[in-house]
């Protein structure tokens, strides 16, 4: 390989690597803005209480501006509902046409309006390094065209996400929305991961270190499937909080996980069945991997992160949920589905060269 293909693979590799940390960034910023109850804080999008730069105090709007923002939401909405029932989703249309507690507008909070704010900074951002990772993927087309085609498909995606969070601000956090959010950044990071990850394979050839890739793969697919409705799992267990916290109004934080009822007892119970998979996935990797293989090391990063997962949810459950965990518990459920799928595309790849072994 030439010095120029070179420096070309190893230029997207780093933007690709920065922008892949950054989204993992804005999900632990979005887990802050769900915790501290400031997913409203801004009522309308792109802008903020109609600027580009939120106001700092209530005396800065008029006397009828939440008024004004839920017009405006309704309005939204209203194009929205008419869009999902072209399409054919008239049971979802109606939902949200009768749910009542869209229309009830947040009183405006400093904090919370520039908490949110900074997230949708932190957006914007990953919109220009998501763009960079395109260019720079344009001189990798003809070492591998899935690269800048995949890098373009990513870029449509994150519009389309930056679409569905003006969506989610307009239905005033309606629940499935978010968790369409959730699983829409979920495949951001995974896409990025598969680019960054071919890329790396162009510079680096890949030799044969795991037996019986073909058993690891499969075990940890798995795995991989059960931490994905884990996720979702967790994001009704969150609307479940948010619904209790409203109850209690943020009082008697001690009593809020006796009232979350099912979906949180099923998540709770649920992590045990991951933990029983990863821990054989681990074993069989130690007895089938070297110790300098890729997958050994990834396989032991992700138990870490998992543990810290059941950690923050063990300390989230006995100490009455407080807020500083719910992000970071957030974060490595994210993380683990990032790690998950970097091993499984290394296990892919020692699973083709295992077959060329054979057939050789």
């Not at 920065?18 to 887990?31: E, K, N, Q, R, S």
């Not at 949708?120 to 591998?144: E, M």
């Not at 609307?239 to 916290?245: I, T, Y």
């Not at 518990?329 to 790690?339: A, C, K, S, V, Y």
Request: with cysteine.
């Amino acid at each position: 390989m030439n010095q120029k293909n070179l420096n070309a693979i190893n230029s997207f590799r780093r933007i690709s690597l920065i922008t892949v940390i950054a989204v993992y960034f804005l999900i632990l910023v979005g887990g802050i803005v769900r915790s501290t109850g400031s997913g409203m804080g801004c009522p309308d999008w792109p802008k903020c209480f109609g600027s580009w730069v939120p106001p700092t105090s209530v005396n800065q709007l008029p006397s009828d501006y939440q008024d004004i923002y839920l017009e405006k939401r309704v309005e939204k909405n209203e194009k929205f509902i008419a869009q999902l029932e072209n399409l054919g989703f008239h049971k979802k249309a109606a939902e949200i046409k009768n749910d009542k507690s869209i229309l009830i507008e947040e009183e405006f909070n400093p904090v919370k309006t520039w908490i949110e704010y900074i997230n949708r900074l932190i957006g914007a951002v990953i919109g220009i390094l998501v763009f960079l990772t395109l260019f720079r993927s344009i001189p990798l087309w003809n070492q591998d065209k899935v690269i800048p085609i995949f890098a373009f498909f990513n870029m449509i995606l994150v519009l389309f996400q930056a679409w569905i969070g003006s969506v989610v601000v307009s239905t005033n956090l309606l629940t499935w929305m978010i968790t369409l959010h959730m699983v829409l950044a979920l495949l951001i990071v995974c896409l990025l991961l598969y680019i960054h990850y071919k890329s790396h394979r162009l510079a680096y050839p890949v030799k044969i270190m795991t037996e019986k890739p073909n058993r690891l793969f499969v075990i940890l697919l798995f795995a991989f499937m059960l931490m994905a409705v884990q996720i979702v799992l967790g994001t009704q267990v969150r609307e479940s909080v948010d619904k209790v916290a409203f109850e209690f109004g943020n009082l008697l934080r001690g009593e809020w996980i006796n009232n979350l009822g099912l979906a949180f007892l099923v998540h709770r119970s649920y992590s045990l069945l991951i933990l029983g998979v990863h821990l054989l996935f681990i074993y069989k990797v130690y007895k089938y991997s070297l110790r300098h293989a890729r997958v050994f090391k990834w396989s032991q990063i992700l138990l870490l992160v998992l543990f810290i997962e059941i950690m923050t949810g063990v300390g989230m459950a006995y100490f009455a949920i407080p807020a500083f965990l719910q992000p970071i518990h957030l974060l490595m459920g994210t993380l683990i589905i990032g790690i998950q799928f970097v091993i499984l595309l290394q296990l892919s790849d020692q699973k083709k060269l295992n077959i060329e072994k054979i057939g050789s």
